[in-house]
């Protein structure tokens, strides 16, 4: 079997899961606008423990520990969304991590 591969992007931004934008999760605000914006698709993960610039401690519980919202498409898309959650990178303390990707489908 031969699969195909495709260029794409993947844009991970990292956040305390405990962060709010107008009384509502950061992360659940950051996945409603990559919708309307119509990007393929957004996944958030919540992690056990971290530390970080947002965390000087180490944090053990998903509700007040790090959290990642992943959107894979296509790089220029990305690029123009990163403006339209630029208010909430900027006020909650997220890290935006834009990388090249290949997406392989068998």
């Known amino acids: 079997m031969t699969g195909s591969d495709t260029a794409a992007a993947r844009l991970t931004v990292h956040l305390d899961a405990a962060a709010l934008w107008h009384h509502r999760p950061a992360y659940a605000e950051l996945v409603h606008r990559a919708r309307h914006e119509g990007l393929s698709g957004a996944s958030v993960f919540h992690g056990l423990t971290g530390f970080g610039a947002g965390h000087p401690n180490p944090s053990h519980l998903a509700a007040k520990g790090p959290c990642a919202v992943v ?36």
């Open 71 to 106: 959107i894979v498409d296509d790089e220029e898309r990305l690029r123009s969304f990163l403006p339209c959650v630029a208010d909430i990178l900027g006020e909650t303390y997220a890290v935006a991590v834009l990388d090249r990707v290949r997406i392989h489908r068998p």
